[in-house]
């Protein structure tokens, strides 16, 4: 079920980024402890949120979640809505104006999704609008998959992997044959497991920038890349720095998420 819940912050942080002009969209799911641990990013960063566990009650997503409602500051470090138990690390990220909404299922938070601007300044409506209609996106993405799981039915993020990880192989396939059309067969077939969106820029990965894309889709680190792919794990990181700055992302699983909707990954 957190890996549900996962998919569908990442996919609602995304849409939060482009569709309300933050400059840092970002959340967690909410622990069995009763914390909000945050482990989603999209947008810049210095990474001092990252792993951050947000106690319930405290900060603002602490907040959010023992309310059970949505709630803007427009200055965090300043407001006396809010506990400042994280002030130090809000200021390490140069964050100020900030909103956050609970993603509720079955009446319980079990995400928080959250938006904030490097600046202190009053949040509009839209902003408001974009977060709370994605909390619900999300809400209903992870009742449908709780749902298909309970009938029984295929899990689709396992279908995913399946499809990317036959991905990867027919281009590490394709890479070490000599036949052109041989290549260009096994290419169209791993073409025919990826789709984009109707909405996506399609940014121009190289070959070998996709093939590390694939198999960081599969969770490999940078060491078993490097084996698998028969390079240097500091080539791979070269590749995967390239990959992510075409796709304007700055995670690796930002990068594979915004690949996967340019159609570049199943």
């Known amino acids: 079920m957190s890996e549900v819940v996962n998919r569908a912050l990442a996919d609602a942080l995304l849409r939060i ?25 999209a947008g810049s ?8 566990s947000v ?15 949505p709630m803007v500051v427009d ?7 809010i506990t400042h138990r994280y002030n130090t690390i809000i200021a390490r990220e140069g964050l100020r104006a900030m909103a956050a909404a609970p993603v509720i299922v079955d009446r319980r938070p079990v995400a928080v999704l959250y938006g904030a601007f490097h600046a202190p300044h009053p949040i509009g409506g839209r902003m408001l609008d974009v977060l709370a209609s994605e909390a619900r996106a999300a809400e209903q993405s992870i009742v449908a998959a709780r749902a298909r799981l309970e009938l029984g039915a295929a899990d689709p993020d396992a279908l995913r992997d399946r499809a990317t990880e036959a991905y990867a192989r027919l281009r590490a396939l394709a890479a070490e044959l000599d036949d052109p059309e041989m290549v260009a067969e096994l290419v169209a077939i791993g073409s025919g497991l990826t789709f984009a969106a109707a909405d996506v820029d399609i940014p121009a990965l190289t070959g070998r920038e996709q093939d590390v894309l694939s198999l960081a889709a599969l969770g490999y680190s940078n060491a078993r890349i490097a084996d698998s792919l028969g390079v240097t794990a ?33």
């Open 55 to 69: 106690d319930v009650g405290h900060g603002l997503g602490g907040k959010v979640v023992s309310a059970s409602r």
């Open 234 to 266: 500091q080539t791979v990181k070269g590749y995967m720095k390239d990959a992510m700055r075409k796709l304007g992302a700055s995670t690796r699983l930002e990068a594979v998420i915004c690949a996967r909707r340019a159609g570049l990954l199943p």
């Open 17 to 41: 980024r482009r569709d309300s002009g933050v400059t840092l969209a970002f959340g967690g799911a909410v622990g069995g402890a009763r914390s909000v641990v945050l482990d989603q990013f």
């Open 75 to 81: 200055d965090y470090l300043a407001t006396p809505r």
């Open 45 to 52: 960063t210095v990474g001092a949120l990252n792993g951050l």
